[in-house]
């Protein structure tokens, strides 16, 4: 065989789907230990929205154990509604929450001798920098004044990475296994229709849609192309492993490879 023949023949390899597989954990109201040995990374919960330090060197350590890398899941400090509900923040106070909050998770996994990969914002804070880009801003200065090692992982396609970006962040698009879409890529409110698949059998078929690259068919007939670098599961619900298990081992079966952002 020429040259030219296996270089044609090379060009034709299909890459294989490989994605990161994330929950949201140190929140006080899921079975983290049941959930994590099927994902490749953890959003831990840093003291605002949910968790303290007991919680956050806890969660730590069975990352630890088990080999989950480890992020920081940042929100807005309103126990009340979980961190759901917008606060009328400015951009200064929005970098100090995010840096106080990071910084403390990030030191106590120093001490755990755990390393932090990432940094996700929880909630309303999320979906706001998503489309906010001052509030993205906000962020991601907070994030690249702790340590420009760290990923952002942001809604994929959305403000958020563009401003990670601009502050010298390297970035992870996230899609998301159980939660609705609409036309333009922005998660569905919760509380309208559509907004949480609590079919496992729907949230399996869109986990693999997803890791594969295949567009999604929305409730209102139109498709929806997403990058996806990681793939969330949020550990809240009360079924939280069950889905963690049933979709990873729906990823293996499928050929996708998970493993952590690198």
């Known amino acids: ?36 040995p099927w994902v490749t990374s953890a959003n831990i919960a840093c003291g605002a929205h949910a968790g303290d330090a007991d919680t956050m060197r806890a969660t730590l350590r069975l990352c630890r154990a088990l080999g989950v890398v480890a992020g920081a899941h940042p929100g807005y400090p309103d126990r009340d509604h979980f961190g759901r509900r917008e606060l009328p923040l400015d951009a200064a106070d929005v970098t100090a929450l995010v840096r106080e909050q990071v910084r403390a998770l990030a030191a106590i996994a120093r001490e755990e001798g755990v390393v932090l990969r990432h940094v996700k914002p929880h909630g309303a804070l999320y979906n706001r920098s998503a489309r906010d880009r ?8 907070a994030v690249a004044s702790v ?35 609409d036309a333009d890529g922005r998660l569905l409110p919760r509380g309208t229709p559509g ?45 939280a492993a069950t889905f963690a298990r049933t979709l990873r081992e729906a990823l293996d079966a499928a050929g996708v490879t998970v493993a952590p952002l690198s």
Do not use: W
């Not at 001052?134 to 200065?141: F, G, L, P, R």
């Not at 090692?149 to 998301?176: I, K, M, N, P, W």
């Open 1 to 36: 065989m020429g040259h030219r023949a296996r270089h044609r023949r090379a060009a034709t390899v299909k890459r294989m789907p490989r994605i990161d597989f994330n929950c949201d954990v140190g929140e006080g109201c899921g079975d983290d230990a049941a959930i994590l």
């Open 134 to 141: 001052v509030v993205a801003d906000a962020i991601a200065s």
């Open 147 to 181: 340590d420009l090692a760290l990923v952002l992982v942001g809604l994929s396609g959305s403000a958020s990475l563009d401003a990670a970006q601009a502050h010298g962040l390297r970035t992870a698009h996230e899609v998301f296994a159980e939660r609705g879409y």
């Open 195 to 239: 907004a949480v698949i609590d079919d496992l059998d729907g949230a399996t078929a869109q986990a693999l849609a997803l890791a594969r690259g295949t567009p999604l068919a929305l409730a209102d007939g139109h498709t929806l192309q997403l990058r996806a670098d990681t793939l969330c599961l949020h550990g809240d619900r009360p079924d």
